[in-house]
């Protein structure tokens, strides 16, 4: 972050600080700033252009679900500033129970669903547009990169491509419209604060299937909260998820969780065209990981379908 005085000048007219203003974390995509208060802390973003439209969307979640979103303290969309209240404690910080997805995501989902109407304009000012019928081309482009993959995985993922374009035209036809989609929806990105439950860092957001969100959701309860892929609360997560969005999307959802790993991976990919040079073969490593899994999940959920 190159203008770090001028964000200090720019949050000292918003709030009053207590103390130094220090650097929470530096990544290539953003910069955030610790802010202490005399009644708790606020935390300054500063978004690269990859996420330069987090601000503004950030806002307008506030603006319109205040209870479920951090708090905006101001923002500067030119400049993709944010400045946000403390929103508490993350879930991780509990060990990521399951317990608090249960409560969390049937909020998340009424939200996806009032953002429906707002759709076309959040794509119009710069979140990222993923339609499940473009997603076959995308899937293609992917192939044009050179890819953290062995020749055989590469080999293995462009052959399900036929395959793949099959299941996005099936998954087109459910009925359920684009809206935002978190994209990093997991227990670093929940807060919790006097038993309600807020959803941070929608730097990684998209207009696209709202189903996709539980792709990395579900994969952090396996990973770190030990979950197994048929345990019931996967199911129980997932039906209470769906409980807002009406019956009979059984089927949906669990087209759109294959699906999804695909649309995951190439939200990473549009990241990592974003970054120098030098910061790819730190990147690579995780996008190595997001890769296998989605080799995984899209072959295993071929055979579940058929």
Same mark, same amino acid.
């Given at each position: 972050?190159?203008?770090?005085?001028?964000?200090?000048?720019?949050?000292?007219?918003?709030?009053?600080?207590?103390?130094?203003?220090?650097?929470?974390?530096?990544?290539?995509?953003?910069?955030?700033?610790?802010?202490?208060?005399?009644?708790?802390?606020?935390?300054?973003?500063? =978004?690269?252009?990859?996420?330069?439209?987090?601000?503004?969307?950030?806002? /307008?979640?506030?603006?319109?679900?205040?209870?479920?979103?951090?708090?905006?303290?101001?923002?500067?969309?030119?400049?993709?500033?944010?400045?946000?209240?403390?929103?508490?404690?993350?879930?991780?910080?509990?060990?990521?129970?399951? /317990?608090?997805?249960? /409560?969390?995501?049937?909020?998340?989902?009424?939200?996806?669903?009032?953002?429906?109407?707002?759709?076309?304009?959040?794509? /119009?000012?710069?979140?990222?547009?993923?339609?499940?019928?473009?997603?076959?081309?995308?899937?293609?482009?992917?192939?044009?990169?050179?890819?953290?993959?062995?020749?055989?995985?590469?080999?293995?993922?462009?052959?399900?491509?036929?395959?793949?374009?099959?299941? =996005?035209?099936?998954?087109?036809?459910?009925?359920?419209?684009?809206?935002?989609?978190?994209?990093?929806?997991?227990?670093?990105?929940?807060?919790?604060?006097?038993?309600?439950?807020?959803?941070?860092?929608?730097?990684? =957001?998209?207009?696209?299937?709202?189903?996709?969100?539980?792709?990395?959701?579900?994969?952090?309860?396996?990973?770190?909260?030990?979950?197994?892929?048929?345990?019931?609360?996967?199911?129980?997560?997932?039906?209470?998820?769906?409980?807002?969005?009406?019956?009979?999307?059984?089927?949906?959802?669990?087209?759109?969780?294959?699906?999804?790993?695909?649309?995951?991976?190439?939200?990473?990919?549009?990241?990592?065209?974003?970054?120098?040079?030098?910061?790819?073969?730190?990147?690579?490593?995780?996008?190595?990981?997001?890769?296998?899994?989605?080799?995984?999940?899209?072959?295993?959920?071929?055979?579940?379908?058929?």
């Amino acid at each position: 972050m190159h203008d770090h005085d001028e964000a200090e000048r720019w949050i000292r007219t918003r709030v009053e600080p207590a103390g130094p203003i220090v650097v929470a974390h530096e990544r290539p995509w953003s910069t955030v700033l610790r802010v202490p208060l005399a009644g708790g802390v606020a935390w300054f973003k500063a =978004c690269a252009p990859v996420q330069a439209f987090e601000p503004r969307l950030t806002a /307008e979640l506030f603006a319109r679900w205040p209870d479920r979103v951090a708090a905006v303290l101001a923002h500067d969309e030119p400049r993709a500033w944010l400045l946000l209240a403390d929103a508490g404690a993350t879930v991780g910080a509990a060990a990521n129970p399951p /317990e608090a997805w249960l /409560e969390a995501l049937p909020l998340y989902a009424e939200l996806q669903r009032g953002e429906q109407a707002h759709a076309a304009e959040h794509v /119009e000012r710069g979140v990222p547009a993923l339609p499940v019928p473009d997603l076959p081309a995308r899937y293609a482009e992917l192939f044009e990169r050179e890819l953290p993959l062995e020749r055989h995985e590469l080999a293995r993922l462009r052959d399900f491509a036929p395959r793949f374009e099959w299941i =996005c035209d099936a998954l087109a036809t459910d009925g359920v419209p684009a809206t935002v989609q978190h994209d990093d929806l997991h227990m670093a990105n929940l807060y919790e604060r006097g038993g309600r439950y807020r959803i941070l860092d929608w730097g990684d =957001c998209s207009i696209s299937h709202p189903f996709f969100s539980l792709v990395v959701t579900f994969r952090f309860l396996e990973e770190l909260s030990g979950l197994e892929p048929g345990d019931p609360w996967l199911a129980r997560l997932r039906d209470a998820y769906l409980e807002p969005w009406g019956r009979g999307l059984v089927d949906a959802f669990e087209l759109a969780h294959g699906v999804g790993h695909v649309a995951h991976a190439i939200a990473w990919a549009r990241q990592r065209d974003f970054l120098p040079a030098a910061e790819r073969p730190t990147f690579d490593r995780g996008f190595a990981l997001v890769l296998r899994r989605t080799l995984r999940a899209t072959y295993a959920d071929d055979r579940r379908s058929g």
